[in-house]
């Protein structure tokens, strides 16, 4: 279940990645760090969601 549930979360992040690094030979500052917390950020939202989701799914299955 968790190889389903996290290559949204994959191929998002480096989707991000790439469009992002392109982006930044427009862009005249760094964001790096910026990218990095809101990936951290989203990352750890999704993560607590996985877990709910799981704890919700063996709930459900074990009645």
């Known amino acids: ?3 389903i549930f996290f290559i949204p979360l994959v191929v998002g ?3 991000t990645l790439f ?3 392109g982006l ?3 862009i005249p500052y ?3 760090v910026p990218l990095l917390i809101s990936i951290g ?3 750890v939202i999704y993560i607590g969601y996985y877990y709910l989701t ?3 799914y063996f709930r459900v299955v074990s009645k």
Do not use: C, G, P, Q
Request: net charge positive.
């Open 1 to 3: 279940m968790r190889f």
């Open 13 to 15: 992040i480096i989707h």
């Open 19 to 21: 469009a992002l690094k």
């Open 24 to 26: 930044a030979t427009v």
């Open 30 to 32: 760094e964001i790096a």
């Open 41 to 43: 950020v989203y990352s």
């Open 54 to 56: 799981v704890r919700s």
